[in-house]
């Protein structure tokens, strides 16, 4: 081994170009396994988007094109800068490379900022992946014990959230019927003359297809296929449920609707395992589709419909069947792209202190190098997820 060594040459190098190769090697060996994690995803990606089309084209619309088309242009802005950067310090240009290294750090910030304000909103409206997703409302839960507990009459307003997060798929948003899903509520004999305390029952245990007095012969799943929902949430359903009745007389005048004189208790609830406690897709069967993930195509096709109809609002709040995972995947693939942007800053403000320190010459740039490696797949990736989920949803 040589005795003498160029500066910043570890001792293990014969000089500074086998160091530098190696360091190339080393930084695209570690840049293909992140490839290989991302290609992973993408294709899952690729096999969930072609076997649920319906699920994509409904979880688009809470997908701001704005946002991800602002986060691509700083991005592309910071490879730019990140490039010349490595020029610069290549030149020994130090004060030129340390403005560079910090106009792509302020993108990073910038990146992220912009992805707090989408993150954010979605957290606020529940559009979450796994269970999450179903907690639309927050009444408390029920209390435990052996002892009833005593609760009012349903808030009719947060039963219209709830209403559209779990019942719209099946009964419509005015309760008028999905054909082929659920029955019409709106003018239901069953509803008027039931009260709220025996529908709640009715909506707790639920209807099998095959019961007798189902006419339809569909099930209705109990709480409605989310086993999430609460005592109070389920009046508040029941509330909303009673604005949507259409009056039955003749001279089109209102039709009184039976309501408990008393308080309604409600009884506590089983314990019941963790795994029976998952919730249950919101349209019946979805369960029992052969993928396991959503219902058939013929229950997809007449979904699909909902989104078409004219009184239908622009932005589709309505839930399909397993909705949890179109955002379960959309955060897994966005937020690990955004846990590698914090790596990233982290290297940059690293550079930035050795770049100060004056670590770095004309024939020592290495670590800038492979920090501008790291830096522009990150890049790459997002040019990848930018189209896949805000421009093809």
Known sequence: MSESHELNVQHHYRDMSQQHDAAKLGIWLFLATEILWF????????VFRANHPDLFKWGGQFLDERYGAANTAVLLISSLTMAMAITFVQKEKKRSALVCLGITFVCAVIFMGIKSVEYEHKFHDHLLGGMAFYQTSDHGN??????????????????????????RACHGINGEGVPGQGTVLNTSSYVRSHDDTQLLAFIKKGRTANDPESVLQLQMPPKGGNPMLKDAQLLDIIAYLHTLMIPDSPN???????????????????????LD???????????????????????????????????????????????HLFFGLYFLMTGLHGFHVVVGMIVLLWLMWRLQRGDFTKRYYSPVECGGL????????????????????
């Open 39 to 46: 290609g992973g995803l993408f294709c899952g990606y690729a």
């Open 374 to 393: 790291y830096w522009h797949v990150v890049d790459v990736i997002w040019i990848f997820l930018f189209p896949l989920w805000y421009l093809l949803t």
């Open 277 to 323: 406690a998952l919730p249950r897709s919101t349209t019946p069967k979805a369960m029992f589709a052969p993928s396991g993930l959503a219902a058939d195509s013929a229950s997809q096709a007449q979904r699909m419909a909902v989104y078409k109809r004219p009184e239908v609002p622009q932005l589709d709040e309505s839930r399909p069947a397993n909705a």
């Open 142 to 167: 029920d209390a435990g014990g052996d002892h009833t507990v005593a609760l009012g009459h349903g808030d009719a307003e947060a039963g219209k959230g709830l209403w559209n997060a779990t019942c």
């Open 252 to 274: 089109n005048e209102t039709t009184t609707v039976a309501v408990a004189p008393t308080p309604i208790t409600s009884e506590p609830e089983e314990t019941v395992s963790l």
